[in-house]
């Protein structure tokens, strides 16, 4: 089964950044689009997309609210995502997801997969801006 673990998590100031990971350690993820979603305390029932990134790392695709702020990379053979958050808001204070398209493998157009699309999540991690 596959599990994911995201880490990098913590208290910044506004302004600052953080560069979050997402790792797989029970299988492989190098052939699958990857997400990102958040989940603020007070919206318990709902969850963000933030970005995406395709199966070679070669196109990615951002929440209006991250763009030019949020850049997601990933290292295939270290078997993680990377993203990378600047410039960062007191609103980004979520608790911050990965998560694995595993029904499609080798895909590469991340615009157009939705929240249903992703699965094996992972157990988040805390990412708490001050301002």
């Known amino acids: 089964q596959l599990q994911l673990v995201e880490s990098g998590g913590g208290l910044v100031q506004a302004g600052g950044s953080l560069r979050l990971s997402c790792a797989a350690s029970?299988?492989?993820?190098?052939?699958?689009?990857i997400g990102w979603f958040r989940q603020a305390t007070w919206k318990v029932r709902e969850r963000e997309f933030v970005?995406?990134?395709?199966?070679?790392?070669?196109?990615?695709y951002y929440a209006d609210s991250m763009k030019g702020r949020f850049t997601i990379s990933r290292d295939n053979t270290k078997n993680t995502v990377y993203p990378q958050m600047n410039n960062m808001k007191p609103e980004d204070t979520a608790v911050y997801y990965c998560?694995?398209?595993?029904?499609?493998?080798?895909?590469?157009?991340?615009?157009?997969?939705?929240?249903?699309?992703?699965?094996?999540w992972g157990q988040g991690t805390q990412v708490t801006v001050s301002s």
């Open positions: 029970t299988r492989t993820i190098s052939t699958y689009p």
């Open positions: 998560a694995v398209a595993v029904d499609r493998p080798y895909y590469s157009d991340v615009t157009s997969l939705r929240e249903t699309d992703f699965g094996s």
């Open positions: 970005a995406a990134i395709s199966w070679r790392g070669g196109r990615s």
